[in-house]
């Protein structure tokens, strides 16, 4: 295999699960939301800044994991160190 393949397939995996991690997170925050919100109702407005604040935070480190790997992924700054020992 080529660096390259390795590079393809850590961006791959940098972005997927990234994106699982999201799903899950957000997918608890807002059962959890759900449930707080059916026991106390009269909190639902400052439950729900909350949520969204973190909903927001959580897409942010997801976001930012997919540029990461997108930057590896079109201009690796390792690539020549990685080729360098490799042999190259």
Do not use: H
């Amino acid at each position: 295999m080529e660096v390259i393949s390795f590079v393809a397939l850590a961006a791959g995996l940098i972005i997927g699960l990234g994106a699982i991690g999201a799903c899950i997170g957000i997918g608890i925050m807002g059962s959890k939301y759900l449930e707080a919100a059916a026991r106390q109702p009269e909190l639902m407005n400052e439950l729900q800044t909350k949520m969204f604040l973190l909903a927001g935070l959580i897409d942010a480190a997801f976001i930012i994991g997919t540029g990461i790997a997108l930057w590896f992924a079109t201009a690796n700054p390792f690539l020549g160190q990685i080729a360098q020992i490799a042999g190259k």
